[in-house]
Every structure is written in C-alpha cells, then in structure tokens.
Nanobody, 124 residues
Framework: QVQLVESGGGLVQAGGSLRLSCAAS????????IAWFRQAPGKEREFVAAISSSGSSTRSADSVKGRFTISRDNAVNTVYLQMTSLKPEDTAVYYC?????????????????WGQGTQVTVSS
C-alpha cells in the first residue's frame, strides 16, 4: 500500500505560479512511477505529467509543456509539480498517483494508488 497526500493548491491569477506537493508513505516510494492527473468539472481525468522512480525521466502532456515541471525528492518521499504561466483552463482538481512500473504511463487505469486531490483555481 502507498498513501498519497496532495497539498499546495489554491486560487491564483492567470500568469501566476503554484507548486503542488505529493507526500507518500507506505511501501518504498523510490520504486514507483508517480504522475499528476487533473479533472475539471464535467470533464474526464487527464494526464498531466509523470516522473520515473529515480527522477531521471519525465513526461508531460502537450498542454503543459514548457509551463509545468515535475520533480521528486526520494529522500523525503515527495513529488512536486511546479506550475507557471497558469491559465484559466488549468483550473481543476489535481491528483497524484503511483504505479509500480518503470514506464512513464499516461493511462490512469495503470495507476494503483491515488491521493484525495487538491483544488487549483486560476482566475482570468
């Protein structure tokens, strides 16, 4: 079992920045791929970014490339999502998820463990 807790969401103006954190406990954190997904009202949950277990590889959705950066610190069992140049269309509940794999998977069905989510609201 892996427990995930997100934090860092909030209300920000367009063009602003936020940093989300995903703190993990339970099984060895360093053996999991960690991803961020988001879900806007009335829409399906979509992939945002993923990072390999070592942190050496990342993958991001086209919609956030150049604006969002995923990173991890295995020493403190935490993954971060640095979000810059935020847009109103980035408004969503952001979830982190864990998968026991070495592949940077974008499909949400591949992720076994999920956090409760943190709300990000970007005003225009």
């Amino acid at each position: 079992q892996v427990q995930l807790v997100e934090s860092g969401g909030g209300l920000v103006q367009a063009g602003g920045s936020l940093r989300l954190s995903c703190a993990a406990s339970g099984r060895p954190f360093s053996s999991y791929v960690i991803a961020w997904f988001r879900q806007a009202p009335g829409k399906e949950r979509e992939f945002v970014a993923a990072i390999s277990s070592s942190g050496s590889s990342t993958r991001s959705a086209d919609s956030v490339k150049g604006r969002f950066t995923i990173s991890r610190d295995n020493a403190v069992n935490t993954v971060y999502l640095q979000m810059t140049s935020l847009k109103p269309e980035d408004t969503a509940v952001y979830y982190c998820a864990a998968a026991p794999t070495s592949v940077l998977i974008t499909a949400r069905g591949a992720y076994n463990y999920w956090g409760q989510g943190t709300q990000v609201t970007v005003s225009s």
